[in-house]
């Protein structure tokens, strides 16, 4: 068997909301489509993939540099054992061949959206559903059957409108989430607050089923401003504080709020995410990491960061994936992790699950489709199946 053609266009965001950081409306996604010689229901077996939201498509070091080495590479050199699926580590390598390791910037999202569509191809060709394919070659045969989920929300409305924002917590429970978030930082501390008790209150009071995110917003000194101010509402986490870089602002900000931390979605290689555990301060009983695998230079390099963070005494059931990806689904299940957000209403098509799946009580349940399960995600599908044909 062999990779046949390799293809990547650019697709847009349907997206209006803005963080405290950037405006989603200007965002653009990378779209890969690995096509094979392998033939299922008389159709060649055909691998999707995207980045996750966040950074911008990258077709420029797709189509100049990733597609051409694996292209370019001896066909059987990029198998397994068996000579009958594809490798992905082997894929991994041919693609970062001639890369010079750290600085991985833009790469790793080029790198992600290639490594998510090799991945739902070998699982297609296996005829297993990717969380099965990972729970079997890397976890023993464990998967979770049911992975904790909760919507990436509560952005700021152009209007600055409460009730909108209370309406959108409100549609997340009545979808079955109990565990919401909500961003903070783009307004000034006191309007934050207010927005914060507003959330509280739809979820009947309860500061331990809402997560803020500040988007790597905060100075030393706001940070710190914010924990005092959220204090006593015992949230479920307090997400990028300051910039995601800054570990020693991460670890100074440990000293004055002890409520849980979560953190990691813009550190794109295991070696950052080592470097976040050992200097940013973190407690592994109480905080989160949560890298993004479809920003992250994909499943392959997520293997990799699980290692690391078990390697620095973090156990896995604290990741929690960032980017409400169906890959973070996959690898939450197969890998036993601590769960992924998901986008009920954001970054669509690319956002949430296959549309038969189920929340209950805080909880989602596993596809059975073969591969990642974007054939189950119709908007989706409709978007990346051109791309394979
Ligand atoms: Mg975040």
């Given amino acids: 068997m062999r990779i046949v053609d390799i293809r990547e ?105 290639l490594d998510m569509a090799v991945w739902d191809a070998v699982a297609k060709i296996a005829q297993v559903p990717l969380w099965k394919l990972l729970a079997d070659r890397f976890n023993g045969g464990n998967a979770d059957g049911r992975v904790l989920v909760y919507p990436g929300g509560g952005y700021y409305y152009p209007d600055g409108n409460l009730n909108k924002l209370r309406d959108e917590m409100q549609s997340y429970l009545d979808d079955g989430y109990t565990i919401v978030k909500m961003k903070i930082g783009a307004a000034d501390l006191a309007t934050d607050l207010k927005r914060i008790e507003t959330v509280i209150d739809v979820v009947g009071g309860d500061g331990g089923r809402l997560a803020v995110d500040a988007n790597g917003k905060f100075d030393l000194e706001t940070a710190i401003a914010y924990a005092h101010g959220m204090k006593p509402y015992g949230l479920f986490w307090y997400e990028e504080a300051g910039d995601p870089l800054d570990y020693a602002l991460q670890a100074e900000l440990a000293n004055h709020y002890e409520g849980p931390f979560a953190t990691g979605e813009n550190l794109f290689s295991h070696q950052d995410i080592r470097n976040l555990l050992r200097y940013g301060g973190l407690d592994p009983q109480k905080d989160w990491i949560m890298p993004d695998p479809a920003l992250a230079m994909g499943l392959t390099e997520g293997l990799k960061i699980i290692d690391t963070a078990e390697a620095e005494n973090w156990p896995r059931e604290r990741i929690v994936l960032h980017g409400g990806t169906q890959l973070a689904l996959a690898m939450s299940a197969g890998l036993q992790l601590g769960g992924t957000e998901t986008y009920p209403l954001m970054f669509q098509p690319y956002g949430g699950f296959a549309d038969d799946t189920p929340i209950e009580n805080g909880f989602t349940t596993l596809p059975d489709l073969p591969g990642l399960g974007i054939e189950g995600k119709a908007k989706l599908y409709e978007v990346m199946k051109p791309l394979g044909e």
């Fill in 9 to 113: 266009q650019t697709g847009a965001l349907q997206t209006s909301m803005r963080n405290a950081f950037i405006d989603f409306s200007q965002m653009t996604v990378s779209l890969v489509a690995v096509v094979t010689d392998v033939v299922r229901d008389g159709k060649p077996v055909v691998g999707y993939g995207f980045n996750a939201n966040g950074r911008y498509a990258q077709g420029g070091i797709l189509r100049e540099r990733l597609i051409p080495r694996i292209l370019a590479a001896d066909p059987d050199t990029l198998l397994d054992e068996t000579g009958d699926n594809i490798d992905p580590f082997a894929v991994f390598g041919a693609m970062m061949t001639n890369e010079k390791p750290g600085g991985h910037g833009d790469r790793a999202i080029a790198v992600a959206a």
